[in-house]
């Protein structure tokens, strides 16, 4: 099992990576430490994968006693969609079936003790923090395209946060492994040029355009590439041709 380089301001947390914001803690979990099998091996985290249900449900456990915090998850639909997480919203959702899941594709919270959660396999997570509340999007090239950050920072600012703010950017797919139709690269024509390039896309440079284009100037990236990094480390869905579990982004006010 390979061992994966990292840079400050990550660090590790047993199996998963975490960076500490001036108001959040932030953490990106792999696909290490759970007890599913086969191609879902080993912490996955999607309910909606074929996956084992009891399998999900405890390692979704673990991953609460580990970090000591309440996850709250939606159901995401590759959108702008961000909604509130409060602990009545958790608790619903946590008691749902996965049909009726809240469908959104970012969370935000007041609240200490929650941690909104997105899942990825090969999509971008993105935390979000200022003084009064954090939020974690689900950023793939439909969401960016949507207009998913700035939905995450209007709900931060109508929540009250008055300050800077800050983000963080975990794993993903790399502009190294990339390559997208031409319809894709269409949808960022008004981004700047080197978004695009060689058939490729990088969504990182996408999401700190439009981070910065949303008033947040201080971005952290992790840098790492869900398709060709070691493959026990992340779940791929392009990688894996759509049987694949997922990994997490997950924040908490600190």
Request: with cysteine.
């Amino acid at each position: 099992m390979a061992t994966t380089p990292l840079s400050e301001p990550f660090y590790r947390v047993d199996e998963h990576f975490a960076t500490d914001l001036p108001t959040a803690r932030v953490v990106f979990t792999t696909r290490r430490g759970g007890t599913s099998e086969g191609p879902y091996e080993s912490l996955n985290l999607g309910r909606l994968t074929d996956d084992r249900p009891d399998a999900v449900a405890g390692n979704r456990a673990r991953l609460e006693d580990e970090l000591a915090v309440s996850l709250g998850f939606t159901h995401q639909i590759h959108g702008p969609e961000v909604r509130e997480l409060t602990p009545a919203s958790a608790e619903r959702d946590r008691a749902a079936e996965p049909g009726a899941l809240t469908r959104a594709d970012g969370q935000f919270t007041t609240h200490r003790g929650l941690a909104p959660a997105v899942l990825t396999a090969d999509c971008l997570a993105i935390a979000v923090a200022g003084d009064r509340a954090v939020a974690m999007l689900h950023a793939g090239w439909k969401g960016l395209a949507t207009g998913v950050i700035a939905s995450g920072v209007a709900a931060l600012r109508a929540a009250g946060v008055e300050g800077a703010l800050s983000a963080a950017i975990g794993p993903g797919a790399g502009p190294c492994c990339y390559e997208v139709g031409e319809e894709v690269h269409r949808a960022f024509a008004d981004r700047p040029g080197d978004v695009s390039r060689d058939g490729h896309l990088d969504l990182p440079a996408i999401a700190r355009y439009d981070l910065a284009a949303a008033g947040v100037t201080d971005v952290v990236e992790i840098g790492l590439c869900t398709i060709c990094s070691d493959p026990s480390l992340f779940f791929s869905h392009r990688r894996d041709r759509g049987i694949t579990g997922r990994q997490a982004g997950i924040a908490w006010l600190s």
